[in-house]
């Protein structure tokens, strides 16, 4: 049972932008404290990018995306966005959106603490 969906990937050029989004069912969502935002690159393993809690109001990011990676979340449609500006080829991996019951400000939080799972988005940025 899909619980989490991704979408908004796509390719585009060094420098440009994308906005990913992560829609959850009303009760999923209602379940969660905190969505954050891992992402995996080709040969590399999956790494933490950024989480928000809508509960804590707090967000947190990786250095490498500070600055240009924004999260925002509407509770009414049961959705999380990640708007990416300035993207580099660095950038490029397959973006997951996963959910968690509890919040913390450590960056990176353990992933075994995200316990529901998107099945990822992919994001191209060309050079």
């Known amino acids: 049972q899909v619980q989490l969906v991704e979408s908004g990937g796509g390719l585009v050029q060094a420098g440009g932008s994308l906005r990913l989004s992560c829609a959850a069912s009303?009760?999923?969502?209602?379940?969660?404290?905190?969505m954050g935002w891992f992402r995996q690159a080709p040969g590399k393993e999956r790494e933490f990018v950024a989480a928000?809690?809508?509960?804590?109001?707090?967000?947190s990011y990786i250095d490498s995306v500070k600055g240009r990676f924004t999260l925002s979340v509407d509770n009414a449609k049961n959705m999380v966005f990640l708007q990416m500006n300035s993207l580099h080829p660095a950038d490029t991996a397959v973006y997951y959106c996963?959910?968690?019951?509890?919040?913390?400000?450590?960056?990176?939080?353990?992933?075994?603490?995200?316990?529901?799972w998107g099945q990822g988005t992919l994001v191209t940025v060309s050079s």
């Open positions: 009303q009760r999923t969502f209602s379940s969660l404290y905190a």
């Open positions: 996963a959910g968690d019951r509890h919040w913390t400000s450590v960056v990176p939080p353990r992933r075994a603490n995200f316990y529901v």
């Open positions: 928000i809690s809508w509960s804590a109001g707090s967000t």
